[in-house]
């Protein structure tokens, strides 16, 4: 199962993770991305975060590999 980070200390708010999978990506009351659904993802779902992560120009979105 994989799961997104997202590291606040890169993220600059542009946006562009919710724009890609926004059932995974919101922005928070700061402005900076924050993750909203980081369990049971959908095949389709682990992909938009995936293209969000590679998108992103920061590179603040990190995927964990869980395999428990």
């Given at each position: 199962?994989?799961?997104?980070?997202?590291?606040?200390?890169?993220?600059?708010g542009?946006?562009?993770?919710?724009?890609?999978?926004?059932?995974?990506?919101?922005?928070?009351?700061e402005?900076?991305?924050?993750?909203i659904?980081?369990?049971?993802?959908?095949?389709?779902?682990?992909?938009?975060?995936?293209?969000?992560?590679?998108?992103?120009?920061?590179?603040?979105?990190?995927?964990?590999?869980?395999?428990?």
């Amino acid at each position: 199962m994989e799961k997104f980070k997202v590291n606040k200390d890169a993220c600059i708010g542009c946006g562009a993770c919710m724009a890609l999978c926004p059932e995974v990506f919101d922005i928070d009351e700061e402005g900076l991305a924050t993750v909203i659904k980081d369990d049971n993802l959908t095949s389709e779902e682990v992909e938009n975060a995936t293209d969000a992560m590679e998108g992103c120009p920061t590179a603040a979105i990190s995927k964990e590999e869980d395999n428990a």
